[in-house]
């Protein structure tokens, strides 16, 4: 079983300063992990994942994330946040089950207010 | 290929009454996922189908829940005998083998 926690519902920075946005997970299986962005009445976008190799992930739009196993986490950072990065911004993990379901398990959010 | 497209991107509807939701997946994708996301939370996995095949369905997704995806190309979603717990939105998802899932703008039910 898998289950992702997000650490604060509501992260605000100023704009030019640093987001680090944290996630956590537990996983059974070797993890498969997320980043999406969702915009408000919007689906989800695709930041950025972890699967193998590299533990550093580097995603859309200035966006990064490290995955640590011994700490169990994969917090998303950007080093100089925009407008436009204001957003509502989920966490998930899926089991590496050799490809046979990628069904996503996700955090409950983290909203991201960038002050101008 | 502009994406996952889900119809209608909303609803409303009174309780009792019964509502079908489409997604069209990307059309190189064969695995096909419904989430339903209520506010303030993260979406929660309903059901998945690979190809036409429906592999998984949550215990979220009760009797009045049914999804299909006939030759495995759009789906649908329905759901009979509305309540007002049922609102929420519903997303629909689509990935390939590399597990990346892509998603639709969702259709967001308001059930009155």
């Known amino acids: ?116 | 290929d502009t994406g996952v497209s889900q119809d209608p991107r909303h609803k409303i509807t009174k309780r009792g009454q019964n509502v079908t939701f489409r997604c069209d997946p990307i059309s190189e994708h064969n695995r096909l996922y419904w989430y339903r996301q209520t506010l303030g939370q993260g979406p929660e996995f309903l059901t998945y189908f690979q190809n036409e095949a429906q592999l998984e369905k949550s215990r979220l997704l009760s009797d009045r829940f049914s999804a299909e995806r006939p030759k495995g190309s759009f789906s649908t979603l329905e759901i009979q005998r509305t309540e007002q717990g049922d609102s929420a939105m519903y997303l629909c998802a689509s990935s390939d083998y590399t597990g990346s899932a892509f998603f639709g703008q969702g259709t967001r039910l308001t059930v009155v």
């Open chain 1, 1 to 116: 079983a898998q289950s992702v926690t997000q650490l604060g519902s509501h992260v605000s920075v100023s704009e030019g300063a640093l987001v680090l946005l944290r996630c956590n997970y537990s996983s059974s299986v070797p993890p498969y992990l997320f980043w999406y962005v969702q915009y408000p009445n919007q689906g989800l976008q695709l930041l950025l994942k972890y699967t193998t190799g590299a533990t550093l992930v580097k995603g859309i739009n200035g966006f990064e994330a490290e995955f640590k196993k011994s700490e169990t986490s994969f917090h998303l950072t950007k080093p100089s946040a925009h407008m436009s990065d204001a957003a509502e911004y989920f966490c998930a993990v899926s089991p590496d089950s050799g490809g046979s379901n990628y069904k996503l398990t996700f955090g409950k959010g983290t909203l991201l207010t960038v002050n101008p």
